[in-house]
């Protein structure tokens, strides 16, 4: 280890002086005592790690330049640097989305294997070039659809083996592979897996089981053959959950009683900030409550569009390459307070491990010592604390006595000054010393040295500049386009069929083994704030089908078939459509209509125009139709075929439009109420108000190419009354005289901003028929403004799970509960123009009977309008029923799946507090 100290600057340690007090304890604070007695043992620690994979999660990592790339890299993997991984987890490509992306196999077609495909053994490399001792993990969440007899054969076992030859050829020594991420396990699978590594040449690979739950644990019970083919017992979230709170974890007697590691081998699915105190929990807890050596955090990193599930999700979020910009999280500095003061093979002290205070409520504590028997690290945590309390440790056993050094991290409030600081060293009197600790921290006190904290900060971001092309001819063929990231399918560059140059491809023949559900093959790129602009692109139709171009691809829910987006699609026959899709799987044509036929084998030139509420589809510069629809203002562009058609893209252009009309609602984000002309007067001077949004058309605002916010069909404009320029002047409807007074800017951050006097659309309050004005801007939610529909789930605050139709139920009546995140349609809600909040995009939430009562509970229903199906989804987290006044409530603070849901008064409980992810 690299004998480094990092010195925190002077005025870190003087904010901190006050925060971490050692030796002096506070007056009635909760005592510990902890004995860290090296003659006591547990089990082998076996490493901190995370996971690329499940799915494209790093894939933009891929195309930063290469400064930021470094820095992004070292944070991960370096040690004494950041978060110092251990074990790394990368997914075997299957061609099929496997959460945020469709990872590419190395083998499409039988027996055509390219060891180049993706970038995992990319990420590999990197990984290894940072840190040798790494531990890789391999592990498949789909597989290429030639395999047959489906996953649990044969065919997929001798394709693991191929990727493992491929990782060999890189240079990357697998020390653990997987079977099926989630899907259970097939023992005689397993036990043949054993045999074919070990005639491969593979016998140092160790096989994890069965990366789903404690059951496999039960089978190698009972089967010894599958006993001896495991060597690791691996379970997903067993803290509570798929993004759980992590207060406590769980196994089972029979997996203890195994005697083989028992893994966390995917826990996380936590933003990269809030998610800290979990994570740490999910560590220390893990072990004293569950015995688990060993905790992968998913994702690895967040490098995926903004607009794609979990993107604030991992260590690190890395969204936008061409600027370079990155933030590290706060989970780097969780992850960091283990992992720069113990190594794989130290061993845990289970009598110095604990609960502090012998209540969870208070924190938990872990100790490691390293096989020379003279150094300890002791990680403790005060997440769950609400006051300081002091610890005091004898250090035994054969332990160093010497100087022992404290670091701290701040994660239940987040700060730069109070990440990863060495606060002090402390000198025992005899093996003891006391700590003062305060709630909301990890503490690590350990003999060891050579911790560091990087200082690299990335650029800050901007937008992708148009126009924007890519003829993809110095892309190597089975490599990927830069910022092309799949979502279903695989594209890649090849040579064009037909022309010369390069191409992309579809290189998926046939439907993969899945492991979410289906949907056509397609690719996004590009910035999530392009607006008015052609995308175009010139096809090769190889076999019949359908070829698709995106435009304005905004969110997307899982699975990936509910992307948000516009869609050209025209077939090899003539047939073609413009088509919109929702977040909540729903396909709309908005024009179709049939040309002559393109035919296979041949190239045409495809395009698809945005101009404000105006989008233009032609073919071979001929118009093939053009239509109004406002639903989505902003988006990415993408490529597509619908199935799995092999069809080849070509010179791929995005070019910027003028701007043209655009028209949607004002909805507040902070009272979840509409802008509003009160009883739809057309008199000048009316003062606009917030209102229930009810779709109407005096809440119907257009935004002009020439900045003008109009009402009415254009009959009246947003004013700054008598053109005033202080905090507080009134905003009213006049006729429209393009002065100033009615000039706005729309941002994509939701503001609306009157340039004349720079000042911002406020609401001085959260309740109907609160006036609005302009205000200096503050950034509160008061001054941010939704223009449409809001798709996304319901995660609750205090349980961290999320609003779900049990079942996927659509009938009638059905109610909602709690249940795991996980994406679903049954799990997306939208909130519409109207204040309904939907699902499966014809039900609605209601309040069952139009009770008022509290405690009336809630359920979905053929949508109506009435007051008990309106929600006003607030930025504080309120989800207020219109029609009963009262907040929708996770019944009796309840935490677990299935807990029920119902109508209370609003309170601000964190039971009442559901997030937009």
Not at 466 to 476: E, G, H, I, K, R
Not at 753 to 780: F, H, M, Q, R, Y
Request: aromatic share 8%; charged share 10%.
């Amino acid at each position: 280890m690299t004998r480094f100290r990092w010195l925190a600057p002077l005025w870190v340690l003087a904010l901190l002086a006050a925060l971490l007090a050692v030796s002096s304890a506070p007056a009635q604070a909760a005592t510990s005592s902890i004995t860290v007695d090296g003659s006591q043992g547990g089990r082998t620690f076996d490493g901190i790690g995370a996971i690329s994979g499940g799915g494209g999660n790093s894939r933009l990592l891929r195309d930063y330049p290469a400064a930021q790339q470094s820095q992004i890299l070292d944070y991960l993997f370096k040690p004494g640097y950041g978060a110092n991984l251990q074990l790394l987890k990368l997914e075997i490509g299957g061609d099929a989305n496997s959460t945020d992306g469709s990872e590419p196999s190395i083998e499409h077609s039988r027996g055509v294997v390219n060891c180049n495909a993706g970038y995992e053994f990319w990420l590999g490399e990197q990984a290894v070039k940072r840190n040798p001792n790494i531990g890789l993990y391999g592990l498949a969440w789909a597989a290429p659809g030639w395999i047959n007899g489906g996953f649990w054969s044969t065919d997929t076992i001798n394709y693991l083996v191929s990727w493992l030859g491929c990782a060999k050829q890189h240079g990357l020594n697998i020390k653990y592979l997987g079977g099926w991420n989630e899907r259970g396990h097939d023992v005689n699978w397993y036990i043949q897996l054993r045999s074919a590594l070990n005639s491969a040449g593979y016998s140092g690979v160790q096989i994890v089981a069965d990366d789903s739950g404690w059951g496999t644990a039960d089978d190698m019970a009972s089967n010894s053959a599958f006993n001896n083919a495991v060597s690791v017992i691996g379970a997903h979230y067993p803290c509570q959950g798929d993004g759980g709170p992590a207060t406590s974890c769980s196994s089972t007697a029979t997996a203890q009683n195994n005697g083989k590691p028992l893994w966390a081998s995917e826990n996380g699915s936590q933003d990269m900030n809030t998610g800290a105190p979990a994570l740490i929990r999910s560590i220390v807890r893990g072990y004293t409550d569950a015995k688990l050596t060993a905790y992968l955090n998913w994702p690895l990193v967040a490098s995926i569009y903004p607009n794609l599930p979990y993107a604030t999700v991992g260590l690190i979020t890395a969204p936008s390459p061409w600027s370079g910009q990155y933030s590290v999280g706060e989970n780097t500095w969780a992850t960091a307070q283990v992992t720069q003061f113990a190594q794989p093979g130290w061993k845990f002290i289970d009598s110095a491990s604990g609960y502090l205070g012998g209540s969870e409520s208070n924190g938990a504590y872990v100790s490691l010592k390293s096989p020379n028997g003279s150094d300890y690290s002791t990680v403790l945590e005060t997440t769950t604390a609400t006051a300081a309390q002091t610890v005091n440790l004898h250090v035994q056993g054969g332990l160093s006595t010497g100087t022992a050094h404290v670091w701290a991290t701040r994660v239940n409030s987040p700060s730069a000054a109070t990440d990863f600081v060495h606060t002090q060293d402390v000198t025992p009197s005899g093996g003891s010393y006391s700590l003062t600790l305060q709630p909301g921290y990890i503490y690590t006190v350990t003999t060891t040295t050579g911790q560091g904290k990087g200082t690299a900060a990335g650029p800050a971001a901007h937008a992708l500049a148009l126009p924007y092309s890519d003829t993809f001819d110095n892309v190597a063929s089975g490599a990927e386009a830069a910022y092309f990231s799949d979502m279903q399918g695989a594209f890649e560059a090849q040579p064009c069929v037909g022309r010369s140059g390069q191409c992309l491809q579809q290189m998926a023949p046939v439907k993969p083994i899945e492991w979410q559900d289906d949907s056509d093959a397609f690719s996004l790129m590009g910035d999530t704030t392009w607006s008015d602009y052609t995308v175009q692109s010139d096809v090769n139709l190889r076999q019949a089908g359908t070829v698709e171009l995106l435009g304005r691809a905004g969110p997307q829910n899982r699975p990936q078939s509910h992307q948000a987006a516009y869609e050209l699609r025209v077939s090899d026959a003539g047939a073609w459509s413009i088509v919109r899709s929702s977040t909540a799987g729903a396909l709309t044509t908005l024009a179709s209509g049939n040309r002559t036929a393109l035919g296979t084998n041949t190239w045409h030139t495809l395009a698809l125009g945005f101009s404000g509420d105006r989008i233009t589809a032609t073919a071979d510069g001929s118009t093939l139709g053009a239509v109004n629809d406002s639903t989505y203002p902003a988006g990415q562009v993408g490529i597509g075929v619908v199935g799995y058609q092999t069809d080849q893209f070509d010179n791929l252009s995005v070019t910027a439009n003028p701007p043209g009309n655009r028209t949607g609602i004002l909805k507040g984000s902070g009272s979840g109420l509409c802008t509003d002309v009160p009883g739809a007067t057309q008199d000048n001077s009316t003062q606009v108000a917030l209102w229930d949004c009810n779709g109407q058309t005096n809440q119907s605002w257009t935004l002009t190419p020439t900045g003008q916010l109009t009402v009415y069909g254009g009959a009246k404009c947003l004013d700054v009354r008598a053109a005033g320029t202080a905090d507080g002047t009134a905003v009213q409807i006049y006729d429209c005289n393009n002065t100033p007074a009615q000039q706005w800017t729309v941002n994509s951050d939701g503001t609306v901003v009157n340039p004349a006097t720079g000042k911002c659309l406020d609401a001085a309050g959260a309740t109907p028929s609160t006036l609005l004005e302009i205000w200096t801007c503050n950034g509160g939610a008061n001054q941010v403004w939704m223009r449409g529909a809001q798709a996304g789930p319901l995660k609750g605050q205090e349980s961290g799970r999320c609003v779900d139709v049990p079942g996927g139920s659509q009938a009638n009546g059905a109610q909602p509960a709690l249940w795991d995140c996980n994406g679903a349609g049954n799990q997306t809600w939208t909130s519409t123009a109207n204040n309904l909040l939907t699902v499966y995009d014809n039900k609605c939430l209601e309040v069952t009977g139009n009770a008022t009562a509290d405690g009336s509970p809630v359920e979905i229903y053929d949508c109506n309008g009435g007051a008990n199906q309106q929600w006003r989804v607030r930025a504080d987290g309120s989800v207020i029923n219109v029609g009963s006044g009262k907040c929708l409530d996770a019944v009796a603070h309840g935490t677990a799946d299935n807990t029920a849901l119902d109508i209370w008064p609003c309170t601000g409980a964190a039971n009442q507090q559901w997030h937009r992810m």
